[in-house]
């Protein structure tokens, strides 16, 4: 499929403006700020401590002690939500970074030499994608046992043809552009103009598929531990929390609310962010997903 | 009674305005030119009397079309009018059908909706239609897709549909910018004619005054939104009252001065092209049987000398690109040689073509396109240097950055900005400073002012001229434009279907063009001089 | 026009042969040994060694790779270790339960996108547009299996319209069984519906850019007649193609939701295949479910050429 991108044409001093004039972009990125600085705050205090099972405490609703109440184990909902952001946030990063790290080179490469390599490589894709993550995840658990470094790279391998066909098409887009003939009969090799000019040319277009394949990496995640393929206890994670709460519906409403309401926002800080950055710097072009 | 009658009419889009004031009237079977720079209103001027205008635009004055009030009229109004007694033609003939409708649906679709026809009759009127604009269903069946024409045939199905329930006036906006020369004549002659046939009025927008002074009885200049001047064509362009009129003309007509145009001698050549060739994998139409490769280039030989300007004219597809791209290196003969002082660069490795890079360079088309938005002048111009030798130190770098800017007129300070902060004729400049920072000795221009503006073109021009005297570069000029080609070249060199079908000195092809391509190329230029002295004969 | 069909068909061939080959190869690093398994621990090595001669395990690699992929041809799968019964039957059963549960599911979300996105794209930058999107944005967010808790919560538990999980089986009648999928499908359809709703809207904005809806206009069609009859059909393109990706994620989402809703599917089935190491029967699943998103993505690719007649080339 072609793909049509206008470069955009702006200095930094006007993309800042605009950025904080966008609603989608503001409020994404304070969410997400919100999210990693929960992350981060859980490493130094949470309200309670998350590795002390108080069974007297069990299943308690909300109170002012409790603010999101507790679980079967007595543990303090609000700090589980805490500790698990930092699992979340750190599993879609990785997978994030893995297919980025793999995909955009290979696909790059792929666009720059054409023919049977782009044939070859778009075949292999096409491979992958014939495994939904969850069921590559289902494999690789199969093989080395669930765990939250398993659930990563399940979620990884998925991102890597993502990555690979988005930079591809961008690649292809920019390629045939008179600047790159330009560079060509300057003597830039096939190497040097795909760094010098075509990535920072598609790099909006990655990053905005970076904050998409996050999201989806987050809820990925989320599906995997619930299913108990990724991180296991006692490591508090978010799908996992859904899945405790699963079997207490009736009794303890609030263990499945306010994980799945984490979930939620988060997902949805990134999902703005992503479309504020497509909107500002992009104002044309298409989102995929 | 005039057919269209537009009185006083400003446009803003959001706030920003785009009209003002503009005065035009059109009788019926009148055909009336709207001339003007790009940006100066022409096509909001057709959209307002389409109603067809942007979501922030606000119009205010009168238009007034047979008597309805445009401006006030209701959408339902709009939409009998549109298709019915208003055609339009648009520019742009590629991406102007939709791609997954068939063209006998297009073209019966509006008669359907107008007439409340069946599909028989619409299809029966359809196929009339498209066979007056000369695209008869033998050849042409309704059930193409556009993708199976080429743009001259798709802008004639376009035509089809402007005027298939003929219309009482037809707007055609740049209908043949982006056609070539011979393809220009032919859909500037169906357009007269169907307006001869039909009695009716023509409003024709177009940049180019010599197309607009061929066809147009009256003409309306217009420049910033505002009409400067407006009256006869032969009257107007031959008395030229308005300053901004005669400079219009002027540029139209501009022919660069070169003191000593280059003397064919007996100097050693610089660029040599034996016998080249060059087919691409054709489509596979079955599986079973292989594809015929395309040959877009057919052994094609030919010698440039130091220093001499030498123009490579044909019409669109001829192979003229391809052809320039090889000899660029950027792409790789099927058969043949090319040598670049005496040494041959076909065959070679990428490292082994530096010295025949740092001595040719090339200039493109598209001044949008031809720069990398992410980076700034200074390394966008300074990019051929590290072709040299020995790379230059930042600030020797910056020296020659500037040197080359200040030789196409541009200042060092402009080294600090990004390429949207300039003009398409600056950025032109831009690529031409980067051309010759290697102090090359043959630049290959790629139609390097045919996306330009009249007024900016001459400018580029003259420019060319200039370095080609100061620092003796050997041009090789692509171009569909044959006044770019008298305007500065000391050979031309026709080329039609791959080939190369005649070669001579420009004055000599362009006036007696010998082979029928070229006679073709010469007879549809348009030609101002020409145009006005044919329109005041006629007069008397 | 056959040559485009033939093109798609040989890669979709290629990439069934090429993902059977990594299952197979993935089983095979697996440790446990099936007739060790399927014998029990107090059996000797003399048994454990006849079995694997009877099932074939000592062949070489290429031949047990070819046995395998002979009877995956043949929809035999093998026999499963736990059960001892044919895969095939396993699976039968369950597919009847996951199938309809993702057709539903895929019926149900692009019932609900297609009119929204229309509806948000021609009213672009409207009260009715932002709404709309401002819900599509949260329904893309949502997990499906915590939608899926939500809707058992309220609607079981709270209002019991419908049972809160588990399937009675399509012998209770067609009723009774689809009422048990209803609150599943819903789960998984929406936020599915949120994603594609919200690529309709943006590929539909992006053609009613085009030159051609112009044109359109210009033949004095109405804005609505040019939306449904030129803008629309050029529109499906992008939505076709995440269409086919959603199938994917679709049947990965069955997997999690029929575990939400207690149902007796191929997702269950993986699962238990897991814990007890029944690898036959987790290969053949993951076969069977591979193949149907290289199917469904060879009838994207057939259906791109039905809708844009430049894929189809010259006749």
């Known amino acids: 499929m072609t793909m049509r991108i206008d470069l955009p044409e702006e200095t930094l001093a006007g993309v800042l403006a605009k950025a904080f004039g966008n609603r989608s972009f503001v409020i994404g990125l304070v969410i997400t700020l919100l999210v990693v600085a929960v992350a981060l705050v859980s490493f130094l205090w949470t309200p309670s401590d998350v590795t002390r099972l108080v069974i007297a405490d069990k299943t308690q609703s909300p109170s002012h002690v409790h603010w999101f109440g507790t679980d079967h184990f007595g543990r303090d909902i609000l700090s589980m939500i805490m500790v698990g952001a930092r699992n979340s946030i750190a599993v879609a990063l990785v997978a994030v970074g893995i297919g980025m790290g793999i995909g955009v080179p290979l696909g790059a490469f792929a666009a720059a030499r054409g023919g049977m390599v782009d044939e070859a490589l778009m075949r292999v894709n096409d491979l992958v994608f014939a495994f939904p993550a969850l069921l590559s995840a289902i494999m690789i658990t199969a093989i080395f046992g669930p765990g939250a470094v398993n659930a990563i790279i399940a979620i990884g391998i998925f991102n890597i043809p993502v990555f690979a066909r988005v930079a591809r098409a961008g690649a292809l887009a920019i390629w045939p552009r008179e600047f790159i003939l330009a560079a060509r009969a300057a003597g830039k090799g096939m190497t040097r103009i795909s760094i010098e000019h075509i990535l920072p040319n598609i790099a909006t277009l990655l990053l905005v598929q970076g904050t998409i394949q996050f999201a989806l990496g987050i809820l990925a995640e989320a599906g995997l531990s619930y299913v108990g393929l990724g991180a296991q206890p006692p490591m508090p994670s978010w799908g996992r929390m859904l899945f405790d709460a699963q079997t207490r519906m009736v009794t303890a409403p609030w263990m499945a609310i306010f994980p799945g309401m984490a979930i939620v926002i988060t997902v949805l800080g990134l999902n703005l962010l992503g479309d504020g950055i497509a909107d500002i710097l992009d104002p044309k072009s298409r989102r995929r997903r | 009674m005039s057919l269209l009658e537009i009185e006083n009419l400003s446009l803003a889009i959001g706030g920003t305005p785009i009209l003002k004031g ?90 359907r909706w107008h007439t409340r026809a069946n599909r028989a009759e619409a299809e029966d009127r359809a196929r009339k239609i498209l066979d007056r604009v000369g695209l008869p269903e033998a050849k042409f069946p309704l059930s ?32 043949t910018t982006a056609l070539d020369v011979v393809l220009q004549a032919q859909i500037l002659d169906l357009l007269r ?29 217009l420049s910033h939104g505002e009409v400067t001047e407006a009256g006869d064509t032969a009257r107007t362009l031959s008395e030229q009252q308005h300053p901004y009129t005669r400079e219009l003309a002027l540029a139209s007509m501009h022919v660069p001065a070169r003191p000593k145009p ?80 005496g040494e041959a660069i076909t065959g070679k490795p990428e490292s082994a073509l530096r010295p025949a890079r ?7 088309q598209d001044p949008y396109g031809s720069f990398d938005p992410r980076q700034k002048v200074e390394k966008l111009v300074a990019e051929p240097l590290h072709l040299l030798e020995r790379q230059p130190a930042k600030a020797e770098r910056r020296e020659m950055v500037a040197h080359a800017l200040h030789e196409v007129g541009l200042g060092p300070r402009d080294m600090d900005k990004y390429p949207h902060e300039f003009s398409g004729g600056q950025r032109q400049r831009l690529s031409i400073a980067r051309a010759i920072i290697t102090r090359p000795k043959l630049v290959v221009a790629d139609e390097p002012v045919s996306a330009l503006d009249v007024s900016i073109r001459a400018q580029i021009l003259d420019l060319f ?41 420009a004055a000599e092809v362009l006036d007696h063009p010998r082979s029928e391509p070229a006679q073709a190329l010469v007879s549809a230029m348009p030609d101002l001089h020409r145009a006005i002295a044919r329109r005041l004969q006629e007069q008397g | 026009m056959t040559a485009y069909f033939v093109k798609r068909l040989i890669i979709a061939a290629l990439t069934l042969v090429l993902a059977s080959m990594v299952v197979f190869a993935v089983m095979e690093i ?42 995956l041809l043949s929809l035999d799968f093998g026999r499963s270790y736990t059960y001892s019964v044919p895969v095939i039957d396993l699976v039968r059963e369950r597919i009847a339960v996951s199938l309809p549960l993702a057709l539903i599911a895929l019926a149900l979300s692009t019932i609900i996108a297609i009119p929204v996105g229309v509806f948000s794209a021609s009213r672009q930058g409207r009260a009715g547009d932002t709404l709309a999107m401002g819900a599509a944005q949260l329904g893309v967010a949502v ?7 939500m809707l058992i919560y309220l609607f079981a538990v709270w209002l019991h319209l419908v049972p809160a999980g588990g399937f009675p089986g399509w012998s209770a009648g067609i009723w009774t069984a689809l009422k048990s999928l209803l609150l599943p499908a819903v789960a998984l359809a929406l936020p599915q519906a949120a994603i594609l709703a919200r690529v309709a809207r943006s590929a539909l904005i992006e053609v009613l850019n085009e030159d051609y809806i112009r044109t359109a206009r210009a033949k004095g069609l109405p804005y609505r007649a040019v939306l449904w009859r030129h803008a629309l059909r050029n529109a499906m393109i992008p939505v076709l193609t995440i269409l086919g990706l959603q199938f994917a994620f679709l049947l990965a989402g069955t997997i999690i939701i029929e575990n939400v809703f207690y149902l007796p599917g191929l997702g269950r089935l993986i699962f238990q295949a897991i814990t007890q190491r029944d690898l036959i029967v987790v290969e053949s699943i993951v076969m069977l479910l591979v193949a149907a998103v290289i199917l469904i993505n060879l009838i994207v690719d057939f259906s791109y050429a039905v809708v844009d007649p430049r894929l189809r080339g010259r006749q």
């Open chain 2, 262 to 341: 280059h003397l064919a001698g007996s100097a050693k050549p610089l660029l040599e092209v034996e016998g080249v060739g060059r087919d691409y994998p054709g489509r596979r139409i079955s599986l079973f049987r292989p594809a015929q490769p395309i040959s877009a280039v057919d052994d094609v030989s030919l010698t440039i000398e130091p220093a001499q300007s030498v123009a490579l004219v044909g019409r669109s597809g001829c192979g003229k690109s391809t052809l320039a791209r090889m000899i660029l290196a950027l792409d790789k003969p099927t058969t043949g040689t090319i040598r670049f002082r």
């Open chain 2, 144 to 175: 193409r897709y556009p993708h199976e024409l080429s743009g001259g045939q798709r802008q004639r199905v376009v035509i089809a549909i402007a005027c298939a329930l003929k219309p009482k006036l037809l707007i055609a906006d740049e209908p």
């Open chain 2, 465 to 505: 001229a200039e370095l080609n005297q100061k620092l003796g570069i050997a041009y090789l000029f692509i171009t569909h434009d044959l006044t770019v080609a008298r305007a500065f070249a000391d050979e031309v060199l026709v080329m039609h279907e791959g080939k190369i079908v005649e070669r001579g000195r």
């Open chain 2, 22 to 111: 503009v005065d035009l009237a059109i009788a019926p079977g009148e055909v009336v030119g709207l001339v003007g720079e790009s940006g100066s209103g022409k096509s909001m001027t057709a959209l307002t009397i389409m109603r067809l205008l942007p979501y922030l635009a606000r119009a205010e004055g009168r238009v007034a079309f047979d008597g309805i009030d445009i401006l006030g009229a209701t959408e339902d109004q709009m939409c009998a009018l549109r298709g019915d007694d208003i055609g339009m033609v648009f520019q742009e003939p590629m991406t102007a059908l939709n791609p997954v409708k068939t063209i006998g649906e297009q073209v019966a679709e509006g008669i």
């Open chain 3, 30 to 71: 697996l440790p446990g040994d099936p007739a060790r398994l399927m014998l029990g621990l107090n059996a000797s090595a003399d048994q454990v060694e006849q079995l694997r001669n009877q099932m074939g395990l000592n062949a070489p690699l290429v031949l047990r790779y070819l046995h395998w992929a002979g009877g």
């Open chain 2, 193 to 221: 004619d169907l307006v001869r046939e039909n009695r009716m009025g023509l409003l024709l927008i177009s940049h180019d005054l010599a197309v607009v002074t061929e066809m147009a009885d009256r003409l309306t200049i």
């Open chain 3, 143 to 149: 997990p499906n299996f915590w939608f899926a808790l």
């Open chain 2, 358 to 364: 740092r001595d040719m360079q090339v200039v493109f």
